[in-house]
């Protein structure tokens, strides 16, 4: 199985601050059609989670643009570019490329 | 308004079944792989299951493998899970979902499952 791996853990913010996260799989996530089926997703309190972005660097709709994904391979990173209020919660990575998929351990962002 | 909505779960004893239900409104249910993922109240997601589109491939995750079976009815824009012998690190809250392009792009609000005697 492809281990996930983020850091870190927690990230305690300031409102209007950057944050970033990363994550690295145990192995590369290029699939043999040549995409990379790396996704992020969003989990707020009490709420099921919600994706971000897909294949690495593809916000999905409706998702703001202060929200980008960036990486290659096995080494791959979600930023925020000013945090909100709204953007506390957890997120996982997650990779699609092999069976089974798999989640990070997910990063809890909460602000200072 | 594009929707899931689980149903189903519940208290079992260990060695129980339970069917949960996935209801899809509001977009082409046809057009979409469906997926099963857990999670352990205060912990992480768990992949569960995958069903294509017509319902002619499946995938488990081995945790769940002979004991889960993933279905579709595409008449209906339903999809189910049919859980046996359960167990109680089946213990989660079970949510479906879209694939599209290998990301989960909606999300039902989930079922609780809880396997206790």
């Known amino acids: 199985d492809i281990v996930m791996t983020q850091t870190p853990l927690s990230s305690p913010v300031t409102l209007g601050q950057p944050a970033s996260i990363s994550c690295r799989s145990s192995?590369?996530?290029?699939?043999?059609?040549?995409?990379?089926?790396l996704s992020w997703l969003q989990q707020r309190p009490g709420q099921p989670p919600r994706l971000l972005i897909y294949l690495i660097s593809n916000r999905f709709s409706g998702v703001p643009d202060r929200f980008s994904g960036s990486g290659t391979g096995t080494d791959f990173t979600l930023k925020i570019s000013r945090v909100e209020a709204e953007d506390v919660g957890v997120y996982y990575c997650m990779q699609a490329t092999q069976f089974p998929y798999t989640f990070g351990q997910g990063t809890k962002l909460d602000i200072k | 308004e594009v929707q899931l909505v689980e149903s189903g779960g519940g208290l079992v004893q260990p060695g129980g079944s339970l069917r949960l239900s996935c209801a899809a409104s509001?977009?082409?249910?046809?057009?979409?792989?469906m997926s099963w993922v857990r999670q352990v109240p205060g912990k992480g997601l768990e992949w569960v299951a995958n069903i294509k589109q017509d319902g002619s491939e499946k995938f488990y995750a081995d945790s769940v493998n002979g004991r889960f079976t993933i279905s579709r009815d595409n008449a209906k824009n339903s999809l189910y899970l049919q859980m046996n012998s359960l167990r109680a690190e089946d213990t989660a809250m079970y949510y479906c979902?879209?694939?599209?392009?290998?990301?989960?792009?909606?999300w039902g609000q989930g079922t609780m499952v809880t396997v206790s005697s």
């Open positions: 979902a879209t694939i599209l392009l290998s990301a989960y792009n909606i």
């Open positions: 509001g977009f082409i249910f046809t057009s979409y792989w």
């Open positions: 192995q590369s996530l290029v699939h043999g059609d040549g995409n990379t089926y």
